[in-house]
């Protein structure tokens, strides 16, 4: 959606923008050229790999950027390292990027064989085997539940906790095949349905193994905080628990008058983006500009 992003930033000479999830570059170098060279881009990334690859391709634009290794919940760090107080807008593309999705070794994806990990940043935290090794059925069912909305999220945890007692669970086939056998899918059902039995359990793990929700919370806590008067935050989520947080966030904030306006209804990417890019279906954008 980066049409959509650099209409509702705004863009011109000399802003400092800051790029929460830097992933590749892609939005950052559209913005990098942009701001011009009296303007500054940030950028922030949970992963260390996003970030030498996205170095590269924005040194070939401009100079005047820095990237910073972490969770943009940490945005207010960031920028007092920095050294910079206020900004004229923050991008939040929230959600997993195509790379690590694609990468068998990252074990995002239950169409490719991997290790169970799901870790954004690889160098920090648990996967998710030793997640679900450890959580209690009920804990398992309502996670899957919550934070996929997976309607057979009790009948998921309960096979998953039942074969956890015959061996460890630490291959996305293993967990794949569990989900699959929980939802009455055979292998080939599900590998010929519109959407795969397995997908909303293994989005529901990645939110939790990368504590998701909790991290946007708190960008959208000190958003106000940390824009410029008629700065602009833009958010892209995936996840009908992460809009419903973006939107509550942002009518709350225009009607204590800290935003001056917010986008009405959520803006979704058009038919020739999702032909181009099917994951681009369940994306929803919204906008707030700061009073």
């Known amino acids: 959606m980066l049409e959509e992003v650099l209409g509702a930033m705004r863009l011109r000479e ?21 701001i011009g060279t009296n303007g500054r881009l940030i950028g922030i990334d949970f992963d260390p790999a996003n970030i ?13 950027f820095s990237l910073h290794h972490g969770n943009f919940a940490g945005i ?60 209690s059925e009920e804990d398992l069912a309502e996670a899957i539940l919550e934070l996929g909305d997976e309607t057979d999220a009790a009948a998921i ?31 080939v059902r599900a590998a010929g349905a519109k959407l795969h ?17 909790a991290n946007l919370e708190n960008l959208l806590r000190v958003m106000p905080d940390v824009l410029k008067p008629r700065g602009t935050a833009v958010i892209i989520s995936f996840h009908s628990g ?20 917010i986008s009405e209804e959520a803006v979704t990417a058009t038919a020739d983006e999702i032909e181009c890019n099917p994951r681009s279906r369940s994306a929803k954008l919204r906008w707030a500009r700061r009073a």
């Not at 960031?78 to 999705?101: F, K």
């Not at 989005?203 to 990368?210: D, E, F, S, T, Y």
């Open 197 to 213: 039995p397995a997908a909303r359990t293994f989005q529901a793990l990645r939110i939790l193994v990368n504590r998701e929700l």
């Open 242 to 261: 992460e809009d419903r947080r973006v939107k509550k966030a942002f009518k709350e904030g225009e009607r204590a008058g800290v935003y001056a306006g």
């Open 14 to 34: 000399g802003m400092v923008i800051v790029d929460c999830t830097l992933g590749l570059g892609g939005h950052s170098c559209e913005i990098l050229k942009r």
């Open 157 to 187: 945890a309960r096979l998953i906790v039942e074969r956890r007692a015959e061996e460890p669970i630490v291959t996305t086939e293993q967990l794949m095949a569990i989900v699959c056998e929980a939802r009455d899918f055979t292998l």
């Open 52 to 64: 030498a690859v996205a170095r590269e391709r924005l040194g070939k634009i401009a100079r005047n």
């Open 76 to 135: 207010m760090q960031v920028l007092m390292a920095e050294g910079i107080e206020r900004v004229d807008g923050v991008l939040a593309d929230v959600g997993v990027a195509s790379t690590q999705i694609d990468d068998p070794a990252r074990g995002f994806s239950y169409k490719r064989a991997g290790p169970l990990d799901m870790r954004m940043d690889p160098t920090r935290g648990q996967p998710a085997s030793a997640l679900i090794a450890r959580m």
